[in-house]
């Protein structure tokens, strides 16, 4: 932490500052080891303090709530509540606390979809120490960050407006996207719609209208169609 010099201008010992407020630091993730590791390693960053370890969705989401702290990091594969929705609902309960996504993938799409969710901030698993304090610094003075691994041009083209879709996946729209993901991690609908905040019917809705896009009409060539492109956890 950074602190005043105990001596004025002249040389005269004048009062120490305190030290500084802690940027205060809440982790989430379902796989302990990850869990308390990536609690460590946040604590030795320099002025950051880590003020809780959530275990699932529906709990970091209590604790965000409870404790307000100023970073929220979550492992993108929580599942009771998804990691997507979490952020939404902070979001919309108008927190102050920012929050960033710890994942392994880099796929466009699914880093595209974390950062239209609200979060301020998408980190690799794969980032040092370093990166992470500088996410975190970037996150605090008002940034959104990104990995510098993920190729943001593509982000950026993929953010425009006016954009014709080469690949089918990209004009899935972010709950159709979701409703995929889940479907070919072996999740069922009337799960989905739970971790989702939706009706079963809404969710088979979201399935018919992905399948049609993708124009895969079966379970098993979605799951196809996402180890191809790397997107099955």
Not at 29 to 53: D, F, H, R, Y
Not at 84 to 105: D, H
Not at 142 to 165: F, H, K, T
Not at 201 to 209: E, F, L, M
């Amino acid at each position: 932490m950074y602190t005043l010099s105990p001596f004025g201008s002249t040389g005269t010992a004048v009062a120490t500052s305190p030290d500084p407020t802690p940027t205060w630091v809440l982790v989430a993730g379902e796989q302990m080891l990850l869990l308390e590791g990536l609690a460590t390693l946040c604590n030795t960053i320099p002025g950051c303090s880590v003020t809780a370890q959530s275990a699932s969705g529906q709990q970091a989401l209590a604790d965000i709530q409870r404790l307000k702290p100023d970073i929220a990091l979550l492992d993108l594969d929580l599942t009771d509540l998804l990691t997507i929705e979490v952020i939404r609902q902070i979001r919309a309960g108008e927190s102050k606390t920012r929050c960033a996504v710890l994942s392994a993938r880099k796929d466009k799409k699914t880093v595209l979809e974390v950062l239209r969710s609200g979060a301020c901030g998408f980190i690799l698993t794969s980032s040092t120490r370093q990166q992470l304090a500088e996410a975190f610094q970037h996150i605090l003075q008002g940034g959104i960050y990104v990995s510098p691994a993920i190729e943001m041009a593509s982000l950026v083209a993929e953010s425009s407006p006016v954009r014709r879709y080469s690949d089918p996946l990209d004009s899935l729209s972010g709950r159709e996207y979701q409703v995929f993901t889940l479907l070919v991690d072996g999740v069922r609908a009337k799960e989905i719609a739970a971790r989702l905040s939706l009706s079963p019917k809404t969710v088979d809705t979201y399935r018919s209208s992905l399948m049609r896009k993708l124009d895969i009409f079966d379970l098993a060539g979605l799951v196809k169609f996402a180890i191809q492109r790397n997107l099955v956890s």
